[in-house]
């Protein structure tokens, strides 16, 4: 190999390198600069109720890692429609109770209370229950957005 192809061989493998570098921080930044900057995206998870006609009767309580969960079935319309609230208190975190024959939730704690679409009904909590997403897929299957 001479001199000069060998000078060619160098510059371009330092071009390809380059170029590989750029690549990478380009691809890195547009995984890493959305996560930094949506901490909504996070955070969030995902909870998956599956046949929700035959679980969801009229309600269904459930769990997650981020707190219990109560979902609602509707069936007023042609279809049945589905909501869900946290059961988390929004005055200092307590988890509320569902009274189902007085269409109420409770708190232990300080004696608020929430109607069942989780506004306020009794203070001391000034804010309502969260409101958790809620969307059908083709499947039927509800899919549950939790922050
Ligand atoms: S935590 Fe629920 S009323 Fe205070």
């Known amino acids: 190999m001479t001199e000069r192809e060998h000078d060619d061989s160098t510059?371009?493998?330092?071009?390809?390198?380059?170029?590989?570098?750029?690549?990478?921080a380009i691809a890195g930044?547009?995984?890493?600069?959305p996560y930094l900057f949506?901490?909504?995206?996070?955070?969030?998870?995902?909870?998956?109720?599956?046949?929700?006609?035959?679980?969801?009767?009229?309600?269904?309580?459930?769990?997650t890692n981020d707190g219990n969960i109560i979902v609602f079935r509707d069936d007023a319309g042609e279809q049945p429609?589905?909501?869900?609230?946290?059961?988390r208190c929004s005055?200092?975190?307590?988890?509320?109770?569902?009274?189902?024959?007085e269409s109420?939730?409770?708190?232990?704690?300080?004696?608020?209370?929430?109607?069942?679409d989780g506004s306020v009904l009794q203070a001391?909590?000034?804010?309502p229950l969260q409101s958790i997403p809620v969307i059908?897929?083709?499947d039927g299957s509800l899919y549950l957005r939790i922050d």
């Not at 510059?11 to 990478?24: F, G, K, P």
């Not at 930044?29 to 600069?33: I, K, L, N, R, S």
């Not at 109420?104 to 069942?116: D, I, L, T």
């Open 91 to 101: 005055h200092a975190n307590c988890t509320v109770r569902y009274i189902h024959d």
């Open 11 to 24: 510059s371009r493998r330092n071009a390809i390198e380059r170029i590989a570098r750029w690549v990478l």
């Open 81 to 87: 429609s589905y909501t869900a609230l946290s059961l």
């Open 104 to 116: 109420k939730f409770v708190c232990p704690c300080h004696g608020g209370a929430f109607r069942k």
């Open 124 to 127: 001391p909590p000034k804010e």
């Open 29 to 33: 930044g547009a995984v890493t600069v």
């Open 136 to 138: 059908q897929s083709g």
């Open 38 to 63: 949506l901490p909504k995206l996070r955070s969030a998870s995902v909870l998956r109720i599956e046949n929700p006609e035959l679980r969801v009767r009229p309600f269904l309580l459930t769990s």
